[in-house]
């Protein structure tokens, strides 16, 4: 019954705004979330049970009343006890936690590669909702939760700070684990978070720096502090994205690009502004439902994360995306750790860093491993591959530019910036969102030649000036290039000591930033940085800097100490010359 009613909405709402039926039902349920939040959030405090009960029919309610998914409700079923069996059964084992990550891996990617034979020959719309992306969320919680029960039985000296704050020791029972598997604010979409942390809000153990607050007046009735203004702030932010989005698709969608008027009717620049468009817009739609269902989570607590130094309170644990600084930033590896920020979270500690064996640092073999995980959890199909290869060349273009580029444009003392300094920054922008824009296309058509045939109608442009950077960089004419623009560089004068000493000084903050960068091959999104032939170089020349400029601010202080030691002197009586 009410399946029928939701069908029959969904199609008369998609007739009237043209957003298809399956978004306007995820809306749905997005926005139901709200209502259900304010009252899961007044439930009783010491009453666990009514609020497992009440998380698992809401969640019921979306995936069978709304979506009837029944074989996926099975398949989120057969993932969650499959682990809980695991878990319980071997929790010490060093071996579970691999056998769990497989697991729900091979179960992710089996429905991943039915979904591809059953849409076989049609172009994939990603319009259409299926168990898969409700799955994808499930995985990450699945995996990171054998990881998390393991820690729990390991000494606390072998343990990150992170693995200790998420370490589960008490296996949870069967109830505990499936509300937090089917939590109904991020069940369809996410945000994916670790047990412990479910946990700590269901026991209000996470609101405990709250007890006793002067900030929250008089006694309240309940733990959970008040959230609803941030909340209805992001969940309007979400409503904006998804208002701009629906204005901007009725005017930019890729029917058109796919057709041959693009080429027609455009002109080479036109159509690099038109990708870009086509990229933001793709975004958008992200932006509006991690935001919406963010504030859902705020609404509800979970999204609560501790104070700041000020005492205020922070609701951004659940946080998924920063769409600001995705869109203004200058360089890739910005971009990548702005979005699906949980999912970074996600590939760093269960994928990167778990790969490394102890006492090591990661290498290829960690990064390597993260890119396939982060390949295989997006899908099977080959336009991720595409993008996520084109996007490890790009991403290694920044370091390249900022290493040999950008200390043109700054002062002598690479630190304070140049008059044209402005200019360069707008150009790496442009060139970072040009060049997002024209690699996330094959991410959209997910098929390999209408995204080849997409790119084709502009060049190949930034594959071939990804391929042109990399030869004058890396190529016979490394020196010379690097040599040239070295020779630009802005050439040091003189300066008061004090004043060299303190440039210094932050010219060495930025020069350990940069070089932890070079060093650090650690992926954004499963993104792997290329291993170039002689690309250490630029790393012993970062390091060669970085201790000479050590050994000059030690220099620096030591002209400085003895005006430091002479100055009370001026205060004191001078001595007479007959003493």
Not at 150 to 178: E, W
Not at 450 to 457: D, H, I, K, N, V
């Amino acid at each position: 019954m009410a399946l029928g009613v939701f069908i029959q909405l969904a199609e008369e709402g998609s007739r009237m705004t043209g957003i298809p039926p399956d978004l306007l039902r995820l809306a749905f349920c997005l926005v139901f979330s709200y209502p259900g939040c304010a009252i899961l959030k007044r439930l009783p405090d010491n009453n666990t049970l009514v609020k497992q009960l009440f998380i698992m029919s809401v969640s019921l309610f979306y995936l069978l009343g709304v979506f009837s998914m029944w074989d996926g409700v099975r398949t989120l079923l057969i993932s969650t006890l499959v682990t809980y069996y695991v878990t319980k059964k071997w929790p010490s084992s060093p071996f579970m936690p691999w056998a769990n990550f497989l697991f729900v891996m091979a179960h992710l990617f089996t429905n991943h590669i039915a979904n591809q034979i059953k849409e076989a020959g049609e172009l994939y719309d990603p319009n259409v909702i299926d168990i898969t992306g409700a799955q994808m969320v499930l995985c990450m919680k699945l995996s990171a939760f054998g990881w998390n029960v393991y820690d729990g039985t390991q000494p606390q000296g072998s343990l990150s700070d992170f693995q200790k704050m998420r370490a589960v020791k008490k296996h949870p029972s069967l109830l505990d684990f499936i509300t937090y598997a089917f939590f109904f604010p991020s069940v369809l979409t996410g945000p994916s978070f670790d047990y412990e942390e479910f946990r700590q809000w269901i026991d209000l153990s996470m609101f405990d720096v709250t007890i006793n607050d002067p900030k929250r007046g008089r006694a309240v009735n309940r733990r959970i502090p008040r959230s609803g203004r941030v909340a209805t702030l992001k969940a309007l932010e979400g409503v904006l994205w998804i208002v701009v989005w629906v204005l901007i698709t009725s005017y930019f969608n890729l029917d058109y690009a796919l057709s041959p008027k693009f080429t027609s009717e455009l002109n080479f620049f036109l159509r690099m502004l038109y990708l870009y468009v086509l990229g933001f817009s793709y975004r958008l739609k992200y932006y509006g439902a991690w935001s919406i269902s963010e504030g859902s989570c705020i609404l509800a607590g979970i999204g609560f994360n501790g104070k700041t130094k000020s005492g205020k309170y922070k609701w951004d644990r659940v946080k998924n995306i920063d769409p600001w600084k995705f869109e203004f930033g200058q360089n890739t590896f910005t971009l990548l750790e702005a979005w699906n920020m949980n999912t970074n979270k996600w590939l760093k500690n269960y994928v990167y860093l778990r790969v490394t064996p102890k006492g090591k640092k990661p290498g290829f073999r960690s990064t390597m491993a993260t890119f396939f995980t982060s390949a295989f959890w997006h899908g099977t199909r080959p336009g991720y591959y595409l993008t996520f290869v084109s996007g490890a060349f790009f991403q290694a273009l920044g370091k390249i530019f900022r290493r040999n580029l950008r200390p043109i444009f700054l002062e002598a003392d690479g630190v304070t910036p140049g008059p044209y300094k402005k200019y360069y920054d707008i150009l790496t922008w442009v060139t970072v969102q040009l060049g997002f824009g024209y690699m996330v296309q094959s991410f959209m058509i997910l098929e390999f030649g209408p995204s080849l045939r997409l790119w084709s109608t502009v060049y190949f442009c930034v594959h071939i000036f990804i391929a042109l950077v990399i030869l004058l960089f890396y190529g016979p004419y490394k020196r010379a290039v690097t040599g040239y623009l070295n020779s630009l560089r802005p050439k040091e004068t003189t300066v008061k000591p004090a004043d060299k000493l303190k440039m210094d000084a932050e010219k060495l903050r930025q020069l350990q930033h940069e070089l932890r960068v070079l060093s650090s091959n650690e992926p954004s999104l499963g993104v792997p940085q290329p291993d170039f032939e002689d690309f250490d170089d630029d790393v012993k020349e970062a390091i060669a800097e970085f201790e000479a400029l050590k050994n000059e601010i030690a220099r620096d202080i030591d002209a400085l100490r003895p005006k430091v030691n002479k100055k009370p002197l001026k205060d004191a009586k001078p001595q007479s010359k007959r003493q």
